[in-house]
């Protein structure tokens, strides 16, 4: 075991604050990683704060961060993968148990024993997974993902957790091309689901709560934006779409977008408040319409989106920060104001 520093959160209402957590040495089957930057996820805000409490309670100290871009430092002697100098991103799941179906079928977001990068039960050190809010981590290597080299790392660690919730269930849905899509949500998962929607070649129509980002909207992709705090707005788009991805993290009525689909469209839900969203059945029958749910991405599927962004310059819209920033950061996400993701430049954390 070897010291790290790292930021932790001691309760649900303590603040994020340095601490010294321990990584293992590094197993035949591992990979070594000094964080460069990590991204900072809602989920991270919702686990520190144990808004999940009734799901996956929350054990302390908590040390977040799933969005993960760092250079591999050393390798285990089994490892073919990677090599020391190598750019490589961690993302949700740092483990599973390799054999159940889930894992056979590439889904090891649904294995039994899937450990998370962060709150998890931990096999090697018992305790609960810490995080990227950190200077290094140690992960099997068959969670690490290659980082294609031309991308910017501050942009793409976002992508390990934003990217592959987005780019998941959009392609999963089929063929979006000249399709209406409407992403409900303009933050980290929103702002990356317009980016992929439009380079799949949808119509793409973002539906904010926020007014000014319409400028923005347009520039990462969309073709038309709707305030969904303006009736009129809402009604002139009644039944018009195919499909609709609602990125929302608090509290909403889903009601109002399931009346923009159109016959047989389908919404899907990434974004995972704290509370059940009651559903009128009568938003449903006349339509046909349908409800589902996505939770990131295989680790073969968040390799393929990786790759994608590699070939079409894909990154997040960040705001670099100390990590000194964070606490700050997280009250700045609850006020939707985030242009689009924070990323954590890891060097913050050396001097302290
Ligand atoms: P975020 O950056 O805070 O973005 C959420 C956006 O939702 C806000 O920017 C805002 O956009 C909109 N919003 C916030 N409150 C709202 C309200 N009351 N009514 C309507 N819209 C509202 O968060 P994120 O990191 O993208 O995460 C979003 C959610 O997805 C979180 O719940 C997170 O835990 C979850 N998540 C799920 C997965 C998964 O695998 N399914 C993975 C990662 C994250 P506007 O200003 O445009 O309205
Ligand atoms: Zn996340």
Redesign the pocket.
């Known amino acids: 075991m070897h010291d790290a520093k790292a930021y932790s959160a001691a309760s649900a209402t303590s603040p994020l604050v340095l601490d010294t957590i321990q990584r293992r040495e590094p197993t035949e089957r591992d990979v070594a990683i000094e964080i460069l930057y990590c991204g900072i996820?809602?989920?991270d805000l919702?686990t520190v704060r144990d808004e999940w409490a009734d799901f996956m309670p929350t054990t302390y100290p908590c040390v977040p961060g799933h969005e993960i871009v760092g250079r591999v430092t050393a390798v285990g002697d089994a490892v073919t993968a990677h090599a020391p100098g190598d750019l490589v991103g961690v993302g949700c799941l740092v483990d599973s148990d390799h054999s159940c179906r889930a894992c056979s079928n590439h889904v090891e977001q649904f294995c039994p024993n899937a450990t998370f990068t962060y709150n998890s039960p931990d096999a090697h050190l018992g305790g609960v997974t810490y995080g990227g809010y950190s200077e290094r981590i140690v992960v099997d290597e068959s969670f690490v993902l290659r980082i294609p080299s031309k991308l910017d790392p501050a942009g793409a660690a976002p992508l390990l957790?934003?990217g592959i919730?987005t780019y998941s269930p959009i392609r999963r849905w089929g063929n979006i091309e000249g399709k209406k899509v409407g992403v409900?949500?303009?933050?980290?998962?929103?702002h990356m689901g317009v980016k992929f929607a439009h380079a799949f070649g949808a119509r793409v129509v973002v539906i904010?709560?926020?007014p000014a980002?319409a400028e923005d909207a347009r520039r990462l992709g969309a073709d038309e934006v709707i305030v969904?705090t303006d009736p009129e707005q809402m009604a002139a788009h009644a039944g018009t779409f195919d499909f609709i991805l609602d990125?929302?993290?608090?509290?909403?009525d889903i009601n109002a977008y399931l009346q923009l689909l159109g016959l047989d469209g389908e919404i899907t839900l990434?974004?995972?408040?704290e509370k059940p969203l009651p559903v009128s059945a009568f938003a449903l029958l006349f339509g046909r319409k349908r409800i589902s749910g996505?939770?990131?991405g295989g680790i073969a599927e968040t390799q393929e989106m990786l790759d994608f962004c590699g070939e079409h310059g894909i990154t997040a819209d960040v705001e670099v920060i100390p990590i000194q920033q964070v606490n700050e950061a997280y009250e700045r996400?609850l006020k939707?104001d985030?242009k689009y993701r924070f990323s954590i430049d890891m060097a913050s954390l050396k001097g302290e």
């Open positions: 996820c809602h989920s919702h957790c934003a919730t409900v949500g303009l933050g980290g998962l929103g904010t709560t926020s980002k969904s990125t929302v993290s608090a509290d909403h990434v974004g995972a408040p996505s939770l990131i996400m939707s985030v």
